[in-house]
């Protein structure tokens, strides 16, 4: 969430920014933040002033006491015992002015990059970036969700039966497909200094808060009532949160992780007649790429991890673009993101399959992610992170993008992990 010092400090460039974004009430939603922080203040001054009244009190009476004035003690002790319903009285008004603020923090959105150009929708991203050639495919090509029937690789009239709509069941050569899409990814990435862990898939309440995911997205995720856990939208949210209350070394930075899991994702009011197979799922796997950041090295950071991700899709033989996004497209809580599409040349569109983002102090103010620079100072982190990248449309494109009369090829980079070259 915001700092408030830096609502205070850059009042103007933060309703700019939320004005990027289109987002409703910014400078009323700012400035009710400075009224309560100012409140917040005041009511810590008048309690300080009042226990300091109290503890100067009680040195009184303790001397009335040695001079044997027991009359004029208990006189002072009256005095006493109001200030201590004062003070009570105070803390209470803090700790509902505190609530307040927070709560109002957490429904207020990042401030976009300076690059960030304002806009409401996908149609206002920018095209930054465009490699690779469409493939020209045979006179009887295929979308994906035919191409899986005829060679009986994945099942979705079986996921339905199992769990419902949006949960496929991979088999044979597609599932195959699954997993050396996975070896590849966290193979690469570890050759790129990223430590690989395996995180639980389920978090709790604070993890949720601690990245975003909450109270913004809570509609979209799976949630387990009874235990008052969520199933993981993303690795992001359980990767991030391991540094969750921690001072990390500045010597240590950046500290880069990688993290394969299944992600889930409610997608409420997001399907439509345009969505069709592997294109929007309720159950998918990624791999993802987190890093923690010094502020002064994230933005290059942040271009790393874009030439990283479009490196895998440039071993995969496939066609992208790199869009940087609007304010209004931009996520909750980034600061600047890109999105990387994948063009089908079956379905003769582009597919979203990864978003690098560098949210700033955004979740590190919320997780007390921290550091101490040179002078000592305590400091946020950055935080970024990057699918590298979630397979669905991976696999729709590279089944589109490679079929022939024969069969599909797969890409080269893929068959010492799949121990075939064709799917036919």
């Known amino acids: 969430m915001l700092q408030v010092n830096f609502i205070r400090d850059n009042f103007d460039q933060a309703v700019e920014g939320l004005q990027k974004r289109f987002f409703a009430g910014a ?3 700012l400035q009710e933040v400075l009224d309560l922080d100012k409140k917040r203040k005041e009511t810590q001054l008048e309690r300080d002033q009042l226990q300091a009244e109290s503890n100067s009190i009680s040195k009184q009476i ?39 603020l927070q709560q109002l923090l957490y429904t207020i959105p990042n401030i976009p990059h300076t690059s960030v150009k304002a806009g409401k929708s996908d149609q206002d991203n920018e095209v930054i970036l465009e490699d690779g050639e469409t ?17 009986d690789i994945i099942d979705f009239e079986l996921g339905n039966k199992i769990a419902g709509a949006g949960f496929p069941v991979y088999k044979g050569k597609g599932a195959r497909l699954q997993r050396a899409l996975v070896n ?17 898939i389920l978090i709790n309440e604070d993890s949720g808060y601690g990245t975003g995911q909450l109270p913004d997205k809570e509609g979209q995720m799976y949630h387990a009532v009874a235990d008052n856990l969520f199933l993981i939208p993303t690795a992001e949210v359980p990767v991030t949160n391991m540094y969750r209350d921690v ?13 394969f899991t299944p992600c889930f994702r409610r997608e409420a009011g997001s399907w439509g ?44 033989g496939l066609q992208y673009r790199v869009l940087r996004l609007c304010g209004g497209d931009t996520g909750f809580t980034s600061a600047l993101t890109y999105d990387m599409e ?3 040349a079956a379905q003769e569109m582009w597919l979203e399959v990864s978003s690098v983002s560098n949210f700033e102090t955004y979740q590190a103010n919320r997780l007390k992610l921290r550091f101490k620079d040179e002078n000592k100072k305590t400091v946020l982190a950055h935080t970024l992170n990057g699918s590298a990248l979630a397979l669905p449309r991976i696999v729709a494109a590279i089944l589109e993008n490679n079929q022939t009369e024969k069969g599909i090829k797969m890409p080269e980079v893929l068959v010492p992990y799949l121990g075939f070259e064709w799917i036919d």
């Open 27 to 29: 400078k009323e939603k």
């Open 62 to 100: 303790g001397l009335l006491m040695r001079e044997g004035k027991k009359e004029e003690a208990d006189q002072v002790k009256a005095r006493t015992a109001e200030i201590k319903g004062q003070i009570k009285s105070l803390e209470e008004q803090y700790s509902e002015v505190e609530e307040t």
């Open 135 to 151: 493939p020209q495919l045979h006179k009887g090509k295929q979308a994906h969700w035919d191409l899986i029937k005829k060679y």
């Open 184 to 200: 590849f990814f966290l193979d690469e990435a570890t050759k790129q200094g990223y430590n690989e862990v395996q995180p639980p």
């Open 247 to 259: 001072m990390v070394k500045e010597d240590d930075l950046p500290i880069k992780n990688t993290a």
């Open 273 to 316: 007649a345009h969505v069709r197979g592997l294109n929007r799922l309720h159950q998918f796997d990624k791999v993802e790429i987190v890093q923690i950041s010094h502020p002064d090295q994230s933005y290059e950071a942040l271009e790393d991890m874009s030439k990283y991700v479009q490196g895998l899709l440039k071993k995969l």
């Open 342 to 344: 994948v063009f089908s």
